[in-house]
């Protein structure tokens, strides 16, 4: 019976620690497109959700809900947002921050950066890199391809991708 226990244990941590994972990556890549955001505005009012169905946490700049593989930067008011190369600045804060975690975590996994001997050996944390690799490649790839999302409260909105190619033809349009 203690090894029963012991499994479903280890069962419960590993799927919080996939929801972490989850959580972070995904309010990571949001952060991107809010810090391109700031940048190229210079306004410091945006919200952040991560997730979609049951409401976890809500404050005046981030959302939390259940189901962590979703998620929505929202600028306050997008008339700041008046140009193409502001629009695309933004469109790939999320996607460029998705690809340096999914550098550092390589990097991590093919032992290019050094972590203690004695750690990096345990399968559980190499088990983790691997799975933040795992979760952040996923993310990074699944919102640059150009389509719409399938899933989620995102359900049928354009990708980082798609939109930063119909901010092109849009511009090259006008021109």
Not at 109 to 123: M, N, Q, R, T
Not at 132 to 155: C, M, V
Request: charged share 15%.
């Amino acid at each position: 019976m203690p090894k029963i226990i012991a499994i479903i244990i280890e069962l419960a941590i590993f799927v919080c620690a996939l929801w972490v994972l989850s959580f972070l990556s995904t309010f990571l890549h949001e952060v991107g497109h809010a810090l391109g955001y700031m940048i190229v505005t210079g306004d410091r009012h945006w919200h952040i959700r991560v997730g979609s169905g049951k409401k976890l946490l809500n404050t005046k700049r981030l959302t939390v809900k259940l189901f962590p593989f979703d998620g929505c930067f929202m600028p306050p008011e997008k008339n700041k947002i008046d140009t193409t190369a502001k629009l695309i600045a933004i469109l790939s804060g999320g996607p460029a921050v998705s690809l340096i975690l999914v550098a550092v975590l390589l990097l991590v996994k093919l032992g290019g950066i050094s972590l203690h001997s004695e750690v990096i050996a345990s399968s559980a944390i190499e088990s983790f890199i691997s799975s933040a690799f795992s979760i952040n490649l996923f993310i990074l790839t699944l919102t640059l391809i150009p389509t719409h999302y399938f899933h989620g409260e995102t359900k049928g909105m354009e990708t980082d991708g798609l939109q930063i190619i119909n901010a092109i033809k849009r511009h090259r349009s006008k021109s």
